[in-house]
């Protein structure tokens, strides 16, 4: 790390990788919103522990892309357990429980 710029090291490693792991993470997420929190959420924990991680062998881009998969699957697992609402009612339903019109269960078929 430099004396006469602490933070340049970091912020040229992020100008060289943002591309990518924004890349990465709409792909893993599916969602764009998502994905820019996985990112930003990554970036400022490897901007926190900088010095720690700067020192370690290995390659940094390798860190942030794993840093990135791992923080999609976080998400994915902190959302899967939040409680909705339905739309039409007041009950409470858990994440992928009939929500959508589409996922309504289709009237028996007359006896033949």
């Not at 490693?13 to 890349?23: G, I, M, N, Q, Y």
Request: charged share 30%; with cysteine; aromatic share 6%.
């Amino acid at each position: 790390m430099s004396e006469a710029a602490p933070g340049a090291d970091f912020e040229s490693f992020v100008l060289e990788t943002l591309d990518a792991c924004s890349r990465l993470a709409q792909t893993q997420a599916g969602d764009p919103h998502s994905a820019q929190d996985a990112v930003q959420d990554v970036y400022l924990n490897m901007y926190r522990r900088w010095e720690e991680i700067s020192a370690q062998q290995g390659s940094l881009a390798a860190y942030g892309r794993t840093a990135v998969k791992r923080a999609v699957i976080d998400q994915f697992r902190r959302n899967k357990r939040t409680v909705i609402r339905h739309r039409n009612s007041r009950r409470r339903l858990r994440h992928g429980q009939g929500r959508h019109r589409r996922t309504r269960r289709l009237p028996p078929l007359p006896a033949a």
